[in-house]
């Protein structure tokens, strides 16, 4: 069912042109080539950056980088569900879809598959973290950050036990399928069969905003070098657009009309556990506008809460575009000394950071102090002040616009009058910058690697060099990331339409639409050919230090000397990669 599925959208995407399909919606005007441009239908602009390629059959927005195929259009632009979309593409083509009834799984039935086991998962991992005999060491662990028993049991805290066979075995005594297992990133395929994702691992569950299990953190209880990891990506998880302690605070971000924005796991725990109650984090990314947006759905305002060392700084001033952006009123919070929230509420207590947040400053005071040591030549505030337009450009409210950009001027020490003039003139250059322009936007959806989409432009481009870069890849472990999807996809012949993360799909229609000029494209080529091979061994190396670690930890010193030899290997070609 579900292969006759993906030939059937296959089909009906291949008789229908998606520049036909767009613009029955919208007016589209060639752009060169094969390539089409118009006025986003997603977001409000005055000049046009929504490109669609009939070559590549995608289109991808320069201004909010929505993206995808014609599926993804109608269902985005007309509010269609997967199916409803298919049924309008396939009349419009003449196809009959089947009725799809008794053979096999649907999407629904995939998804409705994939809630009962992340739910029958984080029963599955509770009763591991109650047993006496193996959940001790997580329940000290536990303890020693000190959370109430009422939050861990709120928050359904568990333990994968050490071991490659505990949750697969389980989940196969239930009667669920390896596929099913992998579909949800509990388990990964490997030489041997299936295997656990989360092993010696405290638990989180991730809950979506209905309270549905859709994806599992996990915290090493030992020396691992990788203290914290994330379920993959699936049909029912997509880390853009969930946020962490969501659906047990919205009730409370309701009340309050407020929202505190943190890191981590923990962050949320330890503020809950000290009654504060609206707080939520975004699950191991970058904050995007779908988390922003979901944000707005419950609260006016967020407070950005991160501790001030250069990273978080970095992070808490690009997610204030980002809020802002989604209509949100926005202030952050720096904590002293590098502190984390978990750790200040533990040493300083719950009033102390309810303090904090009451004085925190808003967006345009916080960023006039982060970038303080920029500020002090008129070159540098006018700097600052050009990276203020850019957010303040976000507000349709114009008259929240001229007060920001006095509060601007203000904090800036430059006056008023000229700030507002100023500010027009940006506003006019952005409603006038060129079409044909292929800069994109710093902030986005998802982060988009702009050295990936150069590199997948140019063997979309150029037949010599994807067939070198299809010889030398395609039988490498390229690791996960959209950079793999998209050139599996391209190896195989496929469209942007076998593409399951929304990350693969950006990179796919960003690449097919952007105008790249590169003079020298076959050692943009070759080089990353060699980084990718660099990229693979490091992998293979560091699997090897895993597999000594075990060996160590079983006493079979020959199988370590043996092993370490091979990684001495892999490390001496690694180091030669790099001449």
């Known amino acids: 069912m579900q292969n006759s599925l993906k030939d059937i959208v296959a089909q009906v995407l291949s008789t229908n042109d998606i520049v036909d399909v767009i613009s029955t919606h919208l007016q589209l005007k060639p752009a060169g080539g094969l ?217 409370t971000l309701r009340k309050t009309n407020r929202a505190f924005l943190v890191e981590g796991y923990f962050d949320v725990l330890r503020c809950f556990d000290a009654g504060i109650e609206n ?53 952050a919070m720096a904590l002293p000394d590098g502190n984390d929230p978990d750790d200040y509420i533990k040493a300083h207590g719950a009033d102390a950071f309810r303090e904090m947040a009451d004085d925190a400053p808003d967006f345009i005071t916080f960023y006039v102090r982060m970038m303080a040591s920029q500020t002090n030549t008129i070159e540098g505030r006018t700097v600052v002040a050009r990276e203020l337009f850019e957010i303040v450009a976000e507000f349709e409210d114009g008259i929240r616009r001229d007060e920001y950009i006095k509060q601007l001027a203000d904090g800036l020490g430059l006056e008023a009058h000229s700030c507002l003039s100023e500010f027009a003139k940006f506003l006019e250059e952005r409603a006038n910058r060129s079409v044909w322009q292929t800069e994109e936007p710093e902030s986005g959806p998802i982060d988009l690697c702009r050295e990936d989409r150069d590199f997948v432009a140019i063997l979309m481009g150029n037949d ?46 960003s690449s097919a639409n952007v105008d790249l000029d590169v003079k020298h494209p076959d050692d943009v080529v070759d080089e990353r050919i060699v980084s990718c091979k660099r990229d693979t061994l490091r992998r293979q190396s560091d699997g090897l230090m895993e597999a000594i670690a075990n060996a160590e930890r079983s006493g079979d010193i020959e199988c370590v000397l043996k092993l370490a030899q091979e990684k001495h290997r892999l490390d001496q070609e690694i180091d030669r990669s790099r001449n």
């Not at 989180?204 to 209905?210: E, G, R, T, V």
């Not at 609260?299 to 001033?317: H, M, N, Q, R, S």
């Open 35 to 251: 390539r089409f441009k118009g006025l986003c239908p997603f977001h409000s602009e005055k000049t046009p950056s929504f490109s669609v390629d009939r070559g590549r059959q995608a289109y991808y927005c320069f201004g909010c980088e929505r993206n995808g195929d014609a599926i993804t259009f109608l269902r985005e632009h007309n509010g269609l569900d997967f199916r409803e979309a298919l049924e309008e593409l396939a009349g419009r083509a003449g196809i009959q879809l089947p009725a799809f009834k008794g053979g096999g799984r649907s999407n629904d039935g995939q998804r409705a598959e994939l809630l009962d086991l992340g739910k029958a998962a984080a029963a599955y991992y509770c009763e591991q973290l109650a047993s006496p005999l193996k959940g001790g060491t997580a329940r000290d662990y536990i303890n020693g950050r000190s959370l109430s028993p009422e939050t861990v049991e709120r928050f359904g805290l568990g333990f994968a036990p050490e071991g490659y066979g505990n949750l697969t075995g389980y989940a196969k005594g239930k009667g669920l399928s390896e596929a099913l297992l992998e579909s949800s990133g509990l388990a990964k395929r490997g030489d041997r069969g299936v295997y656990d994702t989360f092993r010696n691992r405290v638990t989180f569950p991730i809950k979506d905003a209905s309270g549905n299990v859709v994806a599992f953190g996990g915290r090493a209880l030992d020396d691992n070098p990788a203290k914290y990891i994330n379920s993959p990506e699936s049909p029912v998880y997509k880390k853009s657009r969930v946020l962490y302690g969501l659906y047990e605070a919205r009730d």
């Open 279 to 331: 707080v939520v984090a975004t699950c191991g990314t970058a904050v995007t506008p779908e988390q922003g947006l979901l944000i707005k759905r419950y609260v006016p305002e967020c407070i950005i809460v991160f501790d001030g060392d250069a990273a978080g700084t970095k992070a808490a001033l690009r997610a204030i575009g980002i809020l802002t952006k989604a209509g949100l009123t926005v202030r």
């Open 464 to 509: 010599a060099l994807f067939h070198k870069a299809k010889e030398e890849l395609s039988k490498l472990d390229l690791g996960e990331g959209p950079l793999r999807d998209v050139l599996n996809a391209l190896f195989s012949g496929g469209g942007i339409s076998v593409l399951e993360t929304e990350a693969g799909k950006l990179l796919f229609a």
